[in-house]
């Protein structure tokens, strides 16, 4: 603005206008340039260029890959109860077929409970077999009595291998224990019992039974524990005696020890006939 009035004024003076016609010279001239001014702004501003975006266009969605649904997993198994262990255990134990023990007379009807208490608790307790007590009473036994395919006196004691086996084939049952008192004694005096018994484990699954036997003799003490009778003494003799029959029968067979050989004798060694001195 300065340099205009400063161009205005040097007109003036050149064209020798008076100080009014300057002024209004000066005017015209302001008007002009503010007209001017003012279109090229609006041109300026008409005719800029649209601001450009710079935003890209959104990039296609991918598509997500779906995972396979997993397998199900299979259904876990029902832990095996400590029972079901126990009972499965005693399902495949051997069934032994206890009879009861032919007694000599004098013997005591009592000591047979005795006797068939002591194999039947043992038995059980190898953890290898479960017992039976036989019975005339048992199922096939009976039908068999009634059909009179067995006779009283084939259910009756003593028992020898022949009948044995017959009755472990009528039951199912292969294995059988027989136990025999042999002798008893009672000295009133001493106030002591005497007893032989005798026992076999008879497996009858075979063509031919194989029979593990055991016999032994016991004596009630010498020293009779006060108020002691003569039953109670029996009793306990024939427990104790038991008890040695059948560790004999429940032992494990030993395996018999193969022969050791001797080594082979090495040959001698043949000198050849240059060796030899003259």
Known sequence: MFSLDLRLATISRRAGLTAAGAILLWGTLALSVSAQTGAASGDQAGTAPAPQT????????KASKKKPAA????????PVSAKTDSKMAMM??????VFLPDAKEGAGDTLGDIVTGVEQSRLAASGLYRTVYFLPSLSTVKRALTE???SAQDVK???DITKVKRLAQLTGYSLAVVTSVDDYQYDADKKQVSLIMSA???DTSGETPKIVSAGESAKSPDKTPAGATEASLAEQTARDLTETLMTVL?????????PATAPPVAAPEKKDAGDAKP
Not at 92 to 97: A, E
Not at 250 to 258: D, E, G
């Open 250 to 258: 429940l032992k494990p067979p030993s395996k018999t020890p193969r």
């Open 71 to 78: 397998k199900p997993a299979p259904p876990a198994k029902a």
């Open 148 to 150: 009179q395919t067995l």
């Open 200 to 202: 076999q484990l008879i």
């Open 92 to 97: 495949n134990r051997r069934v032994v077929l």
């Open 157 to 159: 004691a003593p028992y």
């Open 54 to 61: 710079t935003d890209k266009p959104a990039a296609p969605a």
